[in-house]
């Protein structure tokens, strides 16, 4: 088996069969070539290094974010955990229905995760398949080409948080990256006579990085969040093979929560990833996002909307996406155990791409 390279953009290539199809399907998406797509993450993850994920659980997740930098069980956010008094464990799943348009056809997708102690960094989980025909011999053989990926990066943070005073707290962190991902390339002619071709790679990752947070009550109703993060860059590896070294983003945003009551909580959020740091074909990203949270009696309402830019695209301008949510939760044994839902709507559009997604989100928290 020939290793490969990975161009700058996070995209297999070289001389190896996988490296030749996989990089000729992030080619044909961008030029509309027609595709199938199934059992994947994002249409937007095919090409770069994959699609980030979300540092949310499902409560933040369901006001829109905007709560990410407040919630002490998002993994946003490392200040935050100074507001914990106990022992805490909790865990999140999401099932995705999504509807992608590319090149005029129309795909319905599924799709399933959890997470409790890593979350994704990056996914990097889809399934293409094309048709096309290839000149052999004098006559053109139709045949049918299915490249596929399956994994991605996960983040292990190792984080400690400090209430210095009653108004402000202060937090940092440690994050190793790791994971694999196992890429297939395979063809299959309609003429039998040809042998369909087929070939796995199994590709693995690693990367550190860095990150600090501070929380700030300048009144009493109003709470101020500042975080940063630098990651230095994602290695690949095929076997013991160094294949590729890509830089990873740098990460500054900030955060307001305005509580005019005890019973209502309004916050709001802004993000900037330097992503153009991977290298070609990748953007800089502002996303931000805004959220509402009322506590009505047993059952809280949160709703909230986001919006921005996605890091990976085939276009001379970044994808960008915009989004609403809406949730409830639940708490049981005398607030030992809570139940958070939440329902999210995601519209991403890009250069003859685009999805709709209708995401179920469901959390447990367990304090003992």
């Known amino acids: 088996m020939t290793a490969r390279r990975v161009d700058p953009k996070g995209l ?18 961008s030029a509309g070539t027609p595709v199938r797509l199934s059992a994947q993450d994002s249409q937007f993850g095919v090409r770069g290094l994959g699609t980030p994920g979300r540092f949310e659980t499902a409560r933040a997740r369901s006001t829109g974010g905007a709560f990410g930098p407040f919630d002490a069980l998002s993994p946003l956010t490392e200040a935050s955990l100074g507001d914990l008094q106990q022992l805490a464990a909790t865990a999140m799943g999401g099932t995705s229905y999504r509807q992608a348009d590319v090149a005029g056809g129309t795909a319905s997708l599924r799709a399933t995760r959890s997470e409790s102690r890593r979350v994704t960094y990056l996914d990097r989980t889809w399934d293409v398949t094309r048709r096309d025909s290839l000149l052999l011999r004098g006559t053109m053989r139709p045949y049918v080409d299915e490249l596929s990926s399956d994994g991605g990066v996960t983040d292990l943070r190792f984080a400690a948080a400090l209430r210095v005073s009653a108004r402000f707290a202060l937090g940092a962190a440690v994050h190793v990256l790791s994971g694999s991902t196992r890429e297939t390339a395979g063809r299959t002619f309609d003429d039998t006579t040809y042998h369909a071709i087929r070939q796995n790679d199994e590709t693995r990752y690693d990367g550190l990085g860095i990150s600090g947070s501070l929380l700030v009550d300048p009144l ?41 009551s005890p019973s209502v909580r309004l916050a709001g959020t802004v993000a900037r990833r330097t992503w153009a740091d991977a290298g070609a074909g990748a953007f800089n990203t502002v996303s931000w996002s805004a959220g509402l949270e009322v506590d009505a009696g047993f059952a809280p309402f949160r709703v909230g909307a986001r919006g921005g830019q996605l890091p990976f695209g085939a276009g001379p301008t970044a994808p960008t996406e915009v989004g609403f949510a809406a ?40 304090r003992p």
């Open 12 to 29: 297999p290539c070289g001389r190896g069969w996988t490296g030749r199809v996989l990089l000729g399907a992030a080619v044909l998406l």
């Open 220 to 260: 009493p109703a109003l709470r101020l969040s500042l975080f940063a993060r630098s990651d230095n860059r994602l290695r690949a590896r095929l076997g013991d093979v160094v294949t590729a070294e890509t830089n990873l983003p740098n990460t500054f945003g900030a955060g307001l929560r305005w509580a005019p």
């Open 327 to 366: 949730g409830t939760g639940r708490a049981f044994a005398r607030g030992r155990a809570l139940v958070d839902v939440g329902l999210e709507h995601l519209r991403r559009t890009g250069a003859g791409l685009s999805e709709r997604v209708w995401t179920f989100l469901l959390g447990f928290s367990v």
